[in-house]
């Protein structure tokens, strides 16, 4: 009875590592503004109706997806992507002063990207292409200036 027990539970934690870590797809790309110059800031995220993953966008435009880390993988399905860049200013009290966006806005939301991708294949090569912000996209100021905590 104890080791009936012990299967019952272990069976779908096992099941979890598999979907969440083993055998994810590897899915890497590049992130460029429509002249080809790459976006040399920000995460990636791909949003399904279940999950969620993200890669950090480097210096080259390049990232690689996953869940707790970059490249760690993905699961196959069905992705609304989001793409976000942005610098923060903040003053010497430490409170927000505005935001700099380096996409345009309707590239920052999963929902109105416009961009998807079906992941099927064990390693997967994307290029995304986004747009820079419109005028009056690129800074953002907020409606209250909450206090950052401070860089260790």
Not at 13 to 26: A, E
Not at 59 to 85: E, S
Not at 97 to 113: N, Q, Y
Request: proline share 8%; charged share 20%; with cysteine.
């Amino acid at each position: 009875m104890l080791n009936q027990n012990i299967t019952i539970k272990i069976l779908p934690l096992l099941f979890i590592l598999f979907v969440t870590g083993c055998g994810g797809i590897k899915v890497s790309g590049k992130v460029t503004f429509p002249d080809g110059s790459p976006l040399d800031t920000g995460k990636v995220t791909f949003e399904s109706d279940q999950n969620s993953f993200f890669g950090t966008i480097q210096k080259d435009g390049t990232f690689q997806l996953g869940r707790l880390k970059d490249g760690d993988g993905i699961i196959a399905g069905k992705y609304r992507v989001a793409v976000n860049a942005s610098t923060p200013e903040v003053a010497p009290n430490g409170f927000l002063i505005s935001t700099t966006h380096f996409v345009a806005e309707k590239f920052r939301s999963p929902k109105t990207s416009g961009i998807e991708y079906d992941i099927q294949k064990k390693t997967t090569n994307i290029s995304i292409v986004v747009e820079p912000p419109k005028p009056g996209e690129e800074k953002q100021i907020p409606l209250a200036s909450p206090k950052l905590p401070k860089k260790k």
